[in-house]
């Protein structure tokens, strides 16, 4: 068992590394572009269902 739950262990961020890199390679990372534009969608989404609510 981890002593510090604030960090990430070690295998963990090494698949984290390696499936960002393995997505990256493969082209199915977003462009800095497209992640603003989903950013923006999901944004406007939770910003309408909050209008909605009061």
């Given at each position: ?16 590394e ?21 950013e ?15």
């Open positions: 068992m981890k002593e510090n739950k604030d960090t990430a262990c070690e295998p963990c961020e090494q698949n984290f390696r499936n960002i890199n393995r997505l990256v390679k493969e082209g199915k990372a977003p462009t800095p572009k497209a992640r603003q534009q989903k923006h969608e999901v944004k406007s989404a939770f910003a309408e269902t909050g209008k909605e609510r009061k």
